[in-house]
């Protein structure tokens, strides 16, 4: 049983562009959440989302990001014009239900130069 | 020993020793309650997890122990090995109030041969 996937694992973008990350849950997983971590912290939870619908976005920053999981395919967290701040890694963690146990991906390593 | 140094706290062991992480939360309505270890450049690795309605909990050579009184979590390592080695994160939850996971700051152990 595969584990939660993220693609891609490094990102290096100038400011300004989009950033793109992917997260596929594992198989039978249909919570997904989405996690930033800044150097020697800990995670900051963003966003939750089941198929289709989102849950709580509570920890998104109001403009630039988005996050959606649609009814086929991986979740996709989108930072739309992004800038310097925006580096840090982002986890995607999955879980089959609403409570208990969520298991979290490699990460993607956003670099914005 | 413990020190606490400009950005995580670390804990220095010697191999096969007993090692001691704690971890204070911050909400008295959390009632799960996770440790995860993360390895350089990798996600957070699930290690045990506990529920408010515990204090102890057993797993292969770790033990959490939750006491709720005083909001404090701690997890204890039997015989240290190097492959310990790594940063430990202790999460809290609220079930049925969103399904963020609050992440400590974390601490650094480090396991000396």
């Known amino acids: 049983n595969a584990g939660v996937m993220q693609n891609p694992r490094h990102l290096v973008r100038r400011r300004g562009q989009e950033a793109r990350l992917r997260c596929s849950p594992m198989?039978?997983?249909?919570?997904v959440y989405w996690y930033r971590q800044l150097p020697e912290e800990g995670l900051k939870f963003m966003v939750y989302l089941q198929k289709e619908n989102i849950i709580d976005e509570s920890g998104m920053p109001k403009e630039r990001f988005s996050a959606e999981f649609p009814k086929e395919g991986p979740s996709i967290l989108r930072i739309q014009q992004v800038v310097r701040g925006d580096s840090a890694a982002y986890f995607c963690a999955s879980s089959p239900n609403s409570e208990g146990e969520q298991y979290f991906g490699p990460g993607t390593r956003l670099t914005v130069t | 020993g413990e020190s606490v140094g400009l950005h995580l706290p670390t804990l220095s062991v010697q191999e096969g020793d007993n090692s001691i992480i704690n971890c204070a939360y911050s909400?008295?309505?959390?009632?799960?309650f996770i440790w995860y270890k993360q390895e350089s450049g990798k996600g957070p690795q699930f290690i045990i997890d506990?529920?408010?309605?515990?204090d102890k909990r057993q797993g292969q050579r770790v033990t959490v122990l939750l006491n709720k009184t005083v909001k404090h979590l701690s997890l204890q390592i039997a015989a240290t090995q190097p492959g310990d080695s790594a940063v430990y994160f202790c999460a809290e939850m609220v079930n049925n109030a969103g399904n963020m996971l609050t992440f400590g700051g974390g601490t650094r152990l480090m396991v000396k041969p």
């Open positions: 198989k039978g997983h249909s919570h």
């Open positions: 909400n008295s309505a959390s009632d799960y």
């Open positions: 506990i529920r408010s309605n515990m």
